[in-house]
């Protein structure tokens, strides 16, 4: 065994600071020379990343726990306090709330008597919340930072601490920056600050939040429905199946469903409860079709129209229905295409769309709705993946161009923001767009299927494929560096056989042409993402994963020749020679 690794597990098996379960944990590994599981623990310090981090629950330095979760409290609180005193403010807070995850109530604690250990006032949810209500929180408060405890869809081994800062967006550079060093510079987790629960009530430094602050964002959810009337008249006329699949989302979504007049809603009784053993799916993912199996049975027991499931967070949304007798999944892309579509013709239709409007998707987000968007008259901002960068981006404008008006915000992995009081993905405020779309179509006399061939018909169809290869532990992280380097090396101007316009290349920050000898600046923040852009319009990206042990491949085919039938013929046989490129030579590196 290393014996680097070694002597880190026995420093912790024998240090007083740490619980006596904790140790026994550790030292019952060395006892039975577990070797991988002891290097899988320690052969480096739980990463603290961009947004924050994730991690298996349990004992050791690589996972997360109630002494890792102090000490990125403890390099928050330091990054904090920096700004605080930058401008002299007195007075310094942080929001929190946590979902149905194992240990998410007393990591949430944990945090809060690390901000309390500080000074730093916390202002930590009653019961736990989703996502989007600890960015509202953050606003409300008008707070300096805030920690959502979650590991959102991960498998119920997972746990995680996501870093928030004044905007309720996810924290963004210089900030982030600044954190990761001051976690990274923390090696004696003795010296974290830390004032016990009891202690911290006492002096005033921990602030449970009630339900007026939740009132407050079902106040404002509601005030964004885009056609009260129809909802209001006909809400009923939609039958709903819902799962929050053991997460936050139970109270938050058939609240707000409730709130606009649609109170026909089915709910999965068996994963109404929060859980976080996650005990009917093998993964609380609303991406996968699994995942939604029991709504799906429900709604075909009870002739249902939608399905609608969201994740331990309920920051992301999964649509079902039944289309000419199948069960279909609407995948990320078509929900925001459906969302997208409906919110700004609609309110075009009716003359309330905002001057200077303009949306936000990222990157590896369908092109088509750039081609929608641009028909109705809105601008569209591309950005990295992930909300972060969308409602970093929000900020700025909203900042350097208070005359432009935020639409919408989506991005492919089934995370989408239809309002400007909320800076992350919102999955309460997904559902009730969602049901008022599909209400919409149903009293046309369509299903979401019939609704997007429609938008096809007009914009031309896309279809978009995700590809996650996975690859666990030290070694797996390794193929994925050499994945990415076998492909940054491809710059013959062919991928799979097809012929590339340019190269995108997040990393050196630059585009390279291959049918011209042009390069340009790419203005986006450096980040380790490829781009192969095609000169018919096609795009694929990957990017390695920064939450979890896989490389996704992003593949986005446009045909605009032929009829629907023929463009969807094309598209799948287009994108299966290009899954198969793909494979192959990640098999290679």
């Known amino acids: 065994m290393d014996q680097q690794i070694l002597s880190s597990a026995k420093a912790w098996a024998s240090n007083s600071y740490f619980d006596e379960e904790s140790r026994n944990e550790i030292q019952t590994l060395i006892d039975n020379n577990d070797e991988k599981e002891l290097t899988e623990r320690f052969y480096k310090n739980l990463e603290f990343g961009t947004g924050g981090m994730r991690s298996i629950r349990g004992a050791g330095l690589n996972r997360i726990n109630h002494y890792t979760v102090r000490k990125a409290s403890q390099a928050l609180c330091n990054e904090v306090i920096r700004v605080g005193k930058e401008k002299n403010k007195d007075v310094l807070k942080i929001a929190i709330s946590y979902d149905s995850r194992i240990w998410s109530r007393e990591l949430a604690e944990e945090a809060a008597c690390v901000f309390a250990g500080n000074g730093v006032h916390a202002y930590i949810y009653e019961r736990l919340n989703p996502v989007a209500l600890l960015s509202f929180s953050v606003r409300h408060h008008d707070a300096d930072a805030g920690v959502m405890v979650t590991a959102s869809h991960n498998p119920p081994e997972y746990n995680?601490?996501?870093?928030?800062?004044?905007?309720?967006?996810?924290?963004?550079?210089?900030?982030?920056?600044?954190?990761?060093?001051?976690?990274?510079?923390?090696?004696?987790?003795?010296?974290?600050?830390?004032?016990?629960?009891?202690?911290?009530?006492?002096?005033?430094?921990?602030?449970?939040?009630?339900?007026?602050?939740?009132?407050?964002?079902?106040?404002?959810?509601?005030?964004?429905?885009?056609?009260?009337?129809?909802?209001?008249?006909?809400g009923n006329d939609l039958k709903i199946v819902y799962t929050p699949i053991h997460g936050t989302g139970l109270i938050p979504c058939t609240r707000a469903l409730k709130d606009m007049g649609m109170e026909n809603v089915l709910v999965v009784e068996e994963q109404a409860q929060p859980d976080g053993t996650f005990p009917t799916v093998s993964s609380p993912n609303p991406e996968n079709p699994s995942a939604l199996k029991m709504a799906v049975d429900l709604m075909n027991q009870e002739n249902g129209d939608i399905v609608m499931g969201s994740d331990p967070d309920t920051d992301r949304l999964g649509v079902a229905l039944k289309h000419n007798g199948e069960v279909v999944y609407i995948n990320g892309n078509?929900?925001?295409?459906?969302?997208?579509?409906?919110?700004?013709?609609?309110?075009?239709?009716?003359?309330?769309?905002?001057?200077?409007?303009?949306?936000?998707?990222?990157?590896?987000?369908?092109?088509?709705?750039?081609?929608?968007?641009?028909?109705?008259?809105?601008?569209?901002?591309?950005?990295?993946?992930?909300?972060?960068?969308?409602?970093?981006?929000?900020?700025?404008?909203?900042?350097?161009?208070?005359?432009?008006?935020?639409?919408?915000?989506?991005?492919?992995?089934?995370?989408?923001?239809?309002?400007?009081?909320?800076?992350?993905?919102?999955?309460?405020?997904?559902?009730?767009?969602?049901?008022?779309?599909?209400?919409?179509?149903?009293?046309?006399?369509?299903?979401?299927?019939?609704?997007?061939?429609?938008?096809?018909?007009?914009?031309?169809?896309?279809?978009?494929?995700?590809?996650?290869?996975?690859?666990?532990?030290?070694?797996?992280?390794?193929?994925?560096?050499?994945?990415?380097?076998?492909?940054?090396?491809?710059?013959?101007?062919?991928?799979?056989?097809?012929?590339?316009?340019?190269?995108?290349?997040?990393?050196?920050?630059?585009?390279?042409?291959?049918?011209?000898?042009?390069?340009?600046?790419?203005?986006?923040?450096?980040?380790?993402?490829?781009?192969?852009?095609?000169?018919?319009?096609?795009?694929?990206?990957?990017?390695?994963?920064?939450?979890?042990?896989?490389?996704?491949?992003?593949?986005?085919?446009?045909?605009?020749?032929?009829?629907?039938?023929?463009?969807?013929?094309?598209?799948?046989?287009?994108?299966?020679?290009?899954?198969?490129?793909?494979?192959?030579?990640?098999?290679?590196?």
């Open 160 to 234: 995680g601490f996501k870093v928030y800062w004044s905007d309720g967006a996810q924290v963004t550079p210089p900030n982030d920056k600044n954190i990761i060093n001051n976690y990274n510079s923390i090696e004696d987790f003795s010296t974290i600050k830390f004032l016990p629960l009891e202690e911290a009530q006492k002096a005033g430094l921990i602030h449970w939040v009630g339900t007026d602050v939740e009132d407050k964002y079902y106040e404002a959810i509601l005030s964004k429905v885009v056609n009260p009337q129809l909802c209001k008249e006909k």
């Open 334 to 589: 078509q929900i925001g295409i459906l969302m997208l579509h409906y919110v700004i013709s609609t309110l075009k239709a009716n003359g309330q769309l905002p001057t200077n409007p303009y949306f936000v998707k990222t990157i590896v987000t369908t092109p088509l709705q750039e081609k929608i968007a641009s028909h109705f008259g809105v601008e569209t901002e591309n950005t990295l993946t992930g909300f972060k960068w969308i409602c970093g981006l929000m900020n700025k404008i909203e900042t350097e161009q208070p005359e432009r008006n935020f639409i919408f915000g989506t991005e492919e992995s089934f995370g989408y923001l239809p309002n400007e009081f909320v800076r992350d993905k919102d999955g309460v405020h997904s559902v009730t767009l969602m049901a008022e779309i599909a209400l919409h179509y149903k009293t046309q006399g369509l299903n979401l299927v019939e609704a997007l061939d429609k938008i096809y018909e007009e914009f031309g169809f896309s279809n978009e494929t995700l590809l996650n290869l996975v690859y666990q532990g030290k070694e797996g992280a390794e193929k994925i560096g050499r994945i990415m380097e076998l492909f940054r090396s491809m710059n013959t101007g062919t991928f799979a056989g097809l012929e590339v316009d340019y190269l995108e290349d997040y990393q050196a920050q630059k585009a390279v042409s291959f049918t011209s000898d042009k390069t340009w600046k790419l203005d986006l923040p450096q980040s380790n993402v490829l781009g192969f852009n095609f000169e018919n319009g096609d795009k694929i990206y990957l990017r390695p994963s920064g939450t979890e042990p896989k490389i996704k491949f992003y593949i986005m085919i446009q045909e605009n020749e032929g009829s629907l039938e023929e463009k969807k013929k094309k598209a799948m046989a287009k994108t299966d020679e290009i899954l198969n490129f793909i494979k192959e030579q990640a098999d290679k590196a």
